[in-house]
């Protein structure tokens, strides 16, 4: 498709079980960031890539929380323990763009649960 | 530390009517404003946006102003029509390297026919 896609759509994991989120950019995007949304909040930064790059992984709440991008292409987000906190929507978003201010395009989201 | 801030979390209109929904922020440094709408089960997709050289951009019937001085934003829609019922969320960046936006927390939009 054309667009950002995401996978899987929705996940559901028991506490301390590890998940992989990914995420397949829109191709040719260099820019990919990935946002956390709980619920009735707006999405919060986790962590930015230019192509293979991490650039900027300072909003990753702990160490538990882990993404790589090694072609700079397709990423993955990984986290580790799941805890019930963890539970929200992951975002993924990429942009054609080096600059900041280029918009982004976001996917439709993973919906983690944590039992 | 809320630095973007939607203090309305609701907003019911009549079609037809003007929507107005409003964000406020903190930090002196952003230079650029995005707003982004986000119908149920989807991602948020890019509405329209601002840079801080400027107070106002329109695009159909879409307008946002800025306010640099009162660091408040807000959006415009008119006419407002059912299918712009949506939550509207208002981002902002400091252009540096790195990327991030910085979103509010959502303003749901519900326009009555």
């Known amino acids: 498709g054309a667009g950002v896609s995401q996978s899987p759509r929705y996940k559901v994991a028991k506490r301390g079980q590890d998940v992989a989120l990914r995420c397949d950019p829109i191709?040719?995007?260099?820019?990919l960031f990935w946002y956390q949304q709980a619920l009735g909040q707006g999405p919060e930064f986790l962590t930015y890539?230019?192509?293979?790059?991490?650039?900027?992984k300072s909003g990753l709440p702990s160490d538990r929380f882990f993404a790589e991008r090694p072609e700079g292409s397709v990423s993955t987000l990984k986290i580790q323990r799941t805890q019930q906190e963890d539970s929200a929507v992951y975002l993924c978003?990429?942009?054609?763009?080096?600059?900041?201010?280029?918009?982004?395009?976001f996917g439709s989201g993973t919906q983690l649960s944590v039992l | 530390d809320q630095q973007v801030k939607q203090n309305s979390p609701s907003l019911s209109v009549q079609e037809g009517r003007i929507s107005i929904l409003n964000c406020d922020y903190t930090?002196?440094?952003?230079?650029?404003f995005l707003w982004y709408k986000k119908y149920p089960a989807e991602g948020p997709t890019f509405l329209i946006s601002?840079?801080?050289?400027?107070d106002k951009n329109e695009d159909g019937r879409f307008t946002v102003f800025l306010n640099k001085s009162a660091k408040h934003l807000s959006l415009h829609i008119v006419p407002s029509q059912p299918g712009d019922s949506a939550v509207y969320f208002c981002?902002?960046?400091?252009?540096?390297?790195?990327?991030?936006?910085?979103f509010g927390q959502g303003t749901e939009l519900s326009v009555k026919p």
């Open positions: 930090n002196s440094m952003f230079d650029y």
């Open positions: 601002i840079s801080s050289i400027k």
């Open positions: 890539f230019q192509n293979e790059a991490q650039l900027d």
């Open positions: 981002a902002a960046s400091a252009n540096s390297r790195g990327g991030k936006l910085i």
């Open positions: 191709s040719g995007h260099v820019s």
């Open positions: 978003a990429s942009s054609s763009a080096l600059a900041t201010n280029e918009k982004l395009f």
